[in-house]
């Protein structure tokens, strides 16, 4: 059974820093592209970065762009995301999200975690 | 950036009901959509890739289609574990991964 495990949310100051941290297991890790995707609260979804199974190539939202770096380590089987120069609107619940099996379906999310919440204010 | 708008924003239908949500994209995805379901307090779950084909254990009532610009969700009879928020999403291209805003489902 797939499992995603997100941790590291906490309330933060605007212009502060945060990582999150993915857990997974249940299937292959380094054989998949991983995602953030997150939802402001009473919001739709909104997909926030990718990084490919390899960790060679790596994609972001304009919305944090410049600002939030994923990355992975397929030893732990974990995902991370660094998260610098926070703003209000970055408040959110975080997921961590598999990408399907297949090159065609690696930018869809067959599987969640349960999701950390990130909250910037003052 | 692609744009996914979906309609309605809301519905209210009777169980037994055929309910039918459209997602239109701003420029042609061929037929990289996805549909996703969040019931109230829970994670969000897909329920199909490709436009049309059901992800693994998800009940037959549920189909979609469509291609290009134009998809829909249908719901052939709704049943009072549907009531959720149903998403589509674009995910033709790494640079443009987009989701429609979404329709809440409830019952009448």
């Known amino acids: 059974e797939v499992q995603l495990v997100e941790s590291g949310g906490v309330v933060v100051q605007p212009g502060g820093s945060l990582r999150l941290s993915c857990a997974a297991s249940?299937?292959?890790?380094?054989?998949?592209?991983m995602h953030w995707v997150r939802q402001a609260p009473g919001k739709g979804l909104e997909w926030v970065s990718l990084?490919?199974?390899?960790?060679?190539?790596?994609y972001y939202a304009d919305s944090v762009k410049g600002r939030f770096t994923i990355s992975r380590d397929n030893k732990k089987n974990s995902l991370y995301v660094q998260m610098n120069s926070l703003r209000t609107e970055d408040t959110a619940l975080y997921y961590c999200?598999?990408?399907?099996?297949?090159?065609?379906?690696?930018?869809?999310?067959?599987?969640w975690g349960q999701g950390t919440l990130v909250t910037v204010s003052s | 950036d692609i744009q996914m708008t979906q309609s309605p924003s809301s519905l209210s239908a009777s169980v037994g009901d055929r309910v039918t949500i459209t997602c239109r994209a701003s420029?042609?995805?061929?037929?990289?959509l996805a549909w996703y379901q969040q019931k109230p307090g829970k994670v969000p779950k897909l329920l199909i890739y490709?436009?049309?084909t059901l992800q693994s254990g998800v009940p037959s009532r549920f189909s979609g289609s469509g291609s290009g610009t134009d998809f829909t969700l249908t719901i052939s009879s709704l049943q009072p574990e549907d009531v959720a928020t149903y998403y589509c999403?674009?995910?033709?291209?790494?640079?443009?991964?987009?989701f429609g805003g979404g329709t809440k489902v409830e019952i009448k």
């Open positions: 999200a598999k990408g399907g099996g297949s090159i065609r379906t690696s930018f869809l999310f067959d599987n």
């Open positions: 249940g299937f292959t890790f380094a054989d998949y592209t």
């Open positions: 990084i490919t199974w390899d960790g060679g190539s790596t």
């Open positions: 420029q042609g995805i061929s037929n990289y």
């Open positions: 490709g436009a049309s």
């Open positions: 999403q674009n995910y033709n291209n790494a640079l443009l991964l987009t």
